[in-house]
Structure formats: structure tokens, C-alpha cells
């Protein structure tokens, strides 16, 4: 049964750090591109960084450029989105997602993506 397990979420202040895991099982994750999207309360889920496979070439939205940054241990079938600097406007579930196509340009786009895991919550309040 292929499944991804996001863990790592919680209630951190302003300025915090979180590290997010993304844990595959069922299918082996290094053949597959993993995006990692987030989902505010009314809004819709955008994304917020890409990791291909094979290379690890990675890829960011403007919003979290220099503050995330997303890598990948195929060894442990287990993707991190790594958090610093966090700011309120961060707070949303967050899930990761399998691509079959690596990044592309528009990797934001929720159509390239296959599973999803069930999300995990991140509140940044003081």
C-alpha cells in the first residue's frame, strides 16, 4: 500500500524553527520528485519547495526562499522540510506529494502531483 506519513508539526513562536519529515512506504520514494504544499485555513493549498529525484535539485516559492530548505535521505524512504525564521503567515497544514515528472517549471501546480500524505499542522503564534 503506497503511503507518505508527514510528522514534525506543532506550535512554535514567531522566529522558531520546525523540521518537517515526509516518511514514504509501499513504493520506493527515491524514483519520485516529492513537492511539499501547504494549506491555510480559506485558502488554497500553494506550494512551497520541490525535490527531484536522482539529482536533488530543489526548488522554492518566493515566500519561503532562504528560510526552508527541503532534502531528502532515500536511504530512509524520507523527505525534511527544514523551517527557520517562521512567521505567522507560515501557519497551515502541510503535505507532501509524489511527482512522477521531477520538478517542473510550473512544479507549484497541484495536477504533477500522485499521493498525498494526510498533512501536518504548523501554528506560529506568539
Known amino acids: 500500500q503506497v503511503q507518505l506519513v508527514e510528522s514534525g508539526g506543532g506550535l512554535v513562536q514567531p522566529g522558531g524553527s520546525l523540521r518537517l519529515s515526509c516518511a514514504a512506504s509501499?513504493?520506493?520514494?527515491?524514483?519520485?520528485?516529492i513537492g511539499w504544499f501547504r494549506q491555510a485555513p480559506g485558502k488554497e493549498r500553494e506550494g512551497v519547495s520541490c525535490?527531484?529525484?536522482?539529482?536533488?535539485?530543489?526548488y522554492y516559492a518566493d515566500s519561503v526562499k532562504g528560510r526552508f530548505t527541503i532534502s531528502r535521505d532515500d536511504a530512509k524512504d524520507t523527505v525534511y522540510l527544514q523551517m527557520n525564521s517562521l512567521k505567522p503567515e507560515d501557519t497551515a497544514d502541510y503535505f507532501c506529494?509524489?511527482?512522477?515528472?521531477?520538478?517542473?517549471?510550473?512544479?507549484?501546480?497541484?495536477?504533477?502531483?500522485?499521493?498525498w500524505g494526510q498533512g501536518t499542522q504548523v501554528t506560529v503564534s506568539s
Open positions: 506529494a509524489t511527482s512522477g515528472v521531477g520538478c517542473p517549471p510550473t512544479w507549484p501546480r497541484i495536477i504533477w502531483y500522485d499521493y
Open positions: 509501499g513504493f520506493p520514494l527515491d524514483y519520485y520528485s
Open positions: 525535490i527531484t529525484s536522482n539529482d536533488g535539485n530543489t
